[in-house]
């Protein structure tokens, strides 16, 4: 099989092949902790995936999709999937957790909204409020509180030298490296403006 697949990709397929019959993207969406618009963008690959095993998916307007494929077919598909460890990881929800909380002192004092969270971490409204809440336990036990400014988005409120020390404690836990977080040399986050004089990443550690 050819087509390239992501973890959600293969979370998708696996949700749709196991459903007997037609549900919703919201269905789909709600119980993979996914936001619609990622589940969208995904269904043109499962459909290519699909394809390639005779199988087809049906999308039926105002009713949802449905895969039309036989048992052994559906049996094979799953097995397939479930041998794919090669597939891009897709973060858990206390990754994701730690991912917020760099991006939110990354950015700092700056604004992120909510919108910005769930689009770039391809999750919903409501698994994005979780992360966050997640987080601010441990931002406020090391007196770094979030504020959130009606309008604007959240906010990491406490001096920079914190900021700092925090940033270099968040790097001592295991957690993966992701793109709003630098590396080797300085990056900005994909989904913050950075302020001049705010902390670089030579500063961090």
Known sequence: M???????????LRWLVDQPGVRTTAD??????L??????????????????????????????????AGRDIRSRIIDDL?????????????????MV????LWAAPETISLDRIHEELEVSKTSARRDLQMCEPWLTRNDLPLVRRSGRGIQVIGPERRIRQMMVQLLLKP????????????????????RPGSPSASGSG
């Open 2 to 12: 050819s087509t390239s697949l992501d973890s959600r990709v293969i979370r998708i």
């Open 28 to 33: 789909l969406a709600a119980d993979l902790g």
């Open 35 to 68: 936001s619609e618009r990622a589940v969208r963008y995904r269904l043109s690959t499962v459909d290519s995936y699909l394809r390639e095993w005779g199988a087809a998916l049906h999308r039926h307007r105002g009713a949802g999709l449905y895969v039309e």
């Open 82 to 98: 479930s041998g794919r460890s090669e597939a891009p990881r897709v973060y858990a929800p206390d990754e994701r957790s730690n």
């Open 101 to 104: 909380i760099a991006a939110l």
């Open 175 to 194: 957690f993966p490296r992701m793109c709003c977080w630098p590396t080797s040399v300085p990056t900005r986050p994909t989904w913050s403006s950075r």
